[in-house]
Antibody, heavy 123, light 110 residues
Framework: EVQLVESGGVLVQPGGSLRLSCAVS????????MTWVRQAPGKGLEWVSVISGGGGSAYYADSVKGRFTISRDNSKNTLFLQMNSLRAEDTAVYYC????????????????WGQGTLVTVSS | QSALTQPRSVSGSPGQSVTISCTGTSSDVGGYNYVSWYQQHPGKAPKLIIYDVSKRPSGVPDRFSGSKSGNTASLTISGLQAEDEADYYC??????????FGGGTKLTVL
């Protein structure tokens, strides 16, 4: 059974940093690109970042570029999102999701999702 | 990276059909056949229901279908059931290895 479990979401002050984790099981982690998607309270989904299966390619939404870094540890089946210079508008539930192939490709549909972890940025 | 445009809400009675539109530009929806749709029930994670414009993942009922014309993609749900009441989001590849979601549509089954 495929499982994705996010963790690390907490209340953090503006300007602070946070690292989210996504522990994966049920599939060969290194064979698939992985994505982070966020959802502000009561709002829609927003694509955040994607990383290839080997970790060599990573891409970001303009809204987080330069502040967030996606990474993965294939030996531990874990995906990460390092979030720096946090702003109030980064407040959201952050989901990790599995992409259909190892490479980052246009057909980047997301077939499995975690339950999300809430990040609140407030003073 | 502007969000794709979806109607805020749609509704239909059990057994009827509804269609949800998703309008973008030639840089996203119109430029690629890489539109996906997700269903999200309150408090739950999104679920993939359509990918590559019109393909259905295993286990998704054939009541769900997708299509695209120009810069607008559409999700049609036929034979509406009570459990279809949820939020629906479209997503499109936007080039340069980025993706954009729609604002979401709340489906109410009357």
């Amino acid at each position: 059974e495929v499982q994705l479990v996010e963790s690390g979401g907490v209340l953090v002050q503006p300007g602070g940093s946070l690292r989210l984790s996504c522990a994966v099981s049920g599939f060969t982690f290194s064979s698939y690109a992985m994505t982070w998607v966020r959802q502000a309270p009561g709002k829609g989904l927003e694509w955040v970042s994607v990383i290839s299966g080997g970790g060599g390619s990573a891409y970001y939404a303009d809204s987080v570029k330069g502040r967030f870094t996606i990474s993965r540890d294939n030996s531990k089946n874990t995906l990460f999102l390092q979030m720096n210079s946090l702003r109030a508008e980064d407040t959201a539930v952050y989901y990790c999701a599995k992409s259909p192939g190892r490479a980052v490709a246009g057909t980047g549909w997301l077939d499995y999702w975690g339950q999300g972890t809430l990040v609140t940025v407030s003073s | 990276q502007s969000a794709l445009t979806q109607p805020r809400s749609v509704s239909g009675s059990p057994g009827q059909s509804v269609t949800i539109s998703c309008t973008g530009t030639s840089s996203d929806v119109g430029g690629y056949n890489y539109v996906s749709w997700y269903q999200q029930h309150p408090g739950k994670a999104p679920k993939l229901i359509i990918y590559d414009v019109s393909k259905r993942p295993s286990g998704v009922p054939d009541r769900f279908s997708g299509s695209k014309s120009g810069n607008t993609a559409s999700l049609t749900i036929s034979g509406l059931q009570a459990e279809d009441e949820a939020d629906y989001y479209c997503c499109s590849y936007a080039g340069s290895y980025t993706w954009v979601f729609g604002g979401g549509t709340k489906l109410t089954v009357l």
